[in-house]
């Protein structure tokens, strides 16, 4: 059985490449995989700032960037969003088989 998540991380699959960056801090922020696991709020001003000096070199994105603009962020995201999603107060919501 596959794990359906409703994260927007999963909903995001296009990218505007002329403003990557502040697309991808939208996801983001709505996005506690990323914004709690990958990238917390106390790094996220260091990370945008290299991110951004590296957006004109061949590809030298961060790998969630480049995850992100080539529409696979879900890829990496998932496991982390459906961990985040079964804590154990949820857990005890599930039967076996929908573990």
């Known amino acids: ?4 998540c409703d994260c927007y991380c999963v909903k995001c699959t296009k990218t505007n490449r002329n403003d ?5 801090e939208n996801v983001r922020k709505n996005c506690p995989a990323l914004r709690e ?5 106390d790094y996220w001003p260091e990370f945008s700032e290299k991110a951004s000096e590296t957006l ?11 995850a992100y603009k080539s529409g696979n962020l ?3 995201t998932l496991p982390v969003d459906r961990k985040i999603e079964l804590t154990p107060d949820r857990r005890l919501e599930l ?3 929908g573990l």
């Open 20 to 24: 990557i960056l502040n697309q991808f």
């Open 37 to 41: 696991i990958f990238i917390p709020e």
């Open 1 to 4: 059985m596959q794990f359906k």
């Open 56 to 66: 004109d070199e061949a590809g030298h994105y961060p790998i969630t960037l480049s």
């Open 74 to 76: 879900d890829k990496i």
């Open 95 to 97: 039967t076996p088989e």
